[in-house]
């Protein structure tokens, strides 16, 4: 499967090496460090297959240190956004506070206008567009998450580019493809449903794919999109994604929900270079020794810090690995000096662990991450 998904990207890639490579513009804004790395593993795939490949990046996040390419031959042009006001770092105590729908809208309002502000810099960013300009790109590749960028497309007369999703093949991202949707078969992204529901359940999927859709069209386009029209009148982003030659989507067909598709779909799960693993420092071998059974990984990543969980479900969470004395836990927790597991013997936390190592060791049971 794995061989299957390589050989269809880089053949995809190929088409491009008639002419000895292309010339590609890959549009990956510094904002979200998952998106950066998944934007970034396009940018060195296509790279390594031999094609000019460019990254233009505007810093919209100071905490995100990394561009998220590792190619040398890769070239990046780069501003930074300097205006002082909240940003992910500021967002993210509120992510455990309250998670009501109210607040769940609150913080899609203040999302939104982060982006927009964002993309009115991106927009004046004059330099940089008159640089690129003088590329003559063949092709762009941007994400939907980054709606912005078909403004920049615009301001560089790009015309042929592709578009990509950082996640699955929910049924926002599915209505791209310009068919039909299915809400009584395939489970809307803010629901808990299975493919297999009930008529109650189907009349509930109905409802919370259309939340879903204005949910999601606001958190990720309405901001840029009010920037763009008031640079440019009449772009419209949700149709420019539409007009896309293809839609890359980062998941695998064999374990994505069944929906129906088209062949301008393309899935690009588990894409990249494969980073070897590197062995594990001793305070981490020792955890793995001492566990009878094995160890289980716990994790929120880089954008819902432990640190900021409310003490009533830190104690859920310790009190239920208390419940597994054979097993070990290494939790990502940022603040050493809280030092919540010292009365838990099987419970070890880091504010910093070398994921990729640990998940190649043989005696770990499971990862647990957000969704």
Same mark, same amino acid.
């Given at each position: ?56 990046? @505007?810093?919209?996040?100071?905490? #995100? *240190?990394?561009?998220? =390419?590792? !190619?040398?031959?890769?070239?990046? /042009? ?101 068919? @039909?949707?299915?809400?009584?078969? #395939? *489970?809307?992204?803010? =629901?808990? !449903?299975?493919?297999?529901?009930? /008529? ?120 239920? /690995? ?50």
């Amino acid at each position: 499967m794995m061989t299957s998904l390589v050989t269809s990207f880089f053949a995809f890639s190929c088409l491009f090496s008639i002419s000895d490579g292309y010339k590609i513009l890959v549009y990956n804004p510094r904002f979200a460090p998952s998106h950066v790395t998944y934007m970034g593993k396009i940018a060195d795939t296509l790279a390594d297959a031999g094609h000019d490949v460019v990254v233009y990046q @505007p810093i919209l996040e100071r905490t #995100v *240190p990394k561009n998220g =390419s590792g !190619n040398p031959n890769i070239r990046f /042009f780069f501003t930074k956004y300097e205006r002082e006001e909240p940003g992910i770092p500021e967002l993210q105590t509120d992510f455990w506070q309250d998670d009501t729908v109210g607040k769940l809208i609150t913080m899609s309002i203040e999302m939104r206008n982060l982006r927009k502000n964002h993309c009115d810099f991106v927009l004046e960013d004059q330099k940089n567009h008159e640089l690129l300009k003088k590329e003559k790109f063949d092709v762009a590749v941007l994400e939907i998450f980054e709606g912005c960028g078909f403004g920049v497309l615009e301001i560089l007369g790009l015309k042929k580019y592709i578009v990509t999703h950082s996640g699955s093949m929910i049924p926002m991202i599915n209505s791209y493809l310009g068919i @039909p949707q299915s809400p009584s078969s #395939v *489970p809307s992204a803010v =629901s808990s !449903n299975t493919e297999k529901m009930s /008529f109650l359940q189907r009349t509930g999927n109905f409802v919370t794919t259309l939340f879903e859709y204005s949910l999601l069209n606001y958190f990720m386009i309405d901001g840029p999109q009010q920037a763009v029209s008031e640079a440019m009148p009449g772009i419209n982003i949700n149709q420019r994604i539409k007009d896309a030659a293809f839609l890359f989507v980062n998941s695998d067909e064999f374990i994505d929900f069944i929906s129906p598709i088209t062949l301008k779909a393309v899935y690009i799960g588990a894409l990249g270079r494969i980073t070897p693993s590197k062995p594990l420092e001793k305070k981490y071998l020792d955890i793995f020794d001492s566990a009878k059974r094995g160890v289980i990984y716990f994790s929120f990543g880089t954008v819902i810090l432990s640190q900021g969980m409310p003490p009533h479900l830190r104690q859920i969470f310790l009190e239920a /690995f208390s419940e597994f004395p054979d097993i070990n836990f290494i939790w990502k927790y940022e603040s050493e000096s809280d030092n919540i597991a010292k009365d838990y013997k099987n419970v070890f936390t880091f504010p910093f662990l070398p994921q990729n190592d640990l998940l190649d060791h043989p005696k770990l049971l499971a990862f647990i991450t957000h969704g």
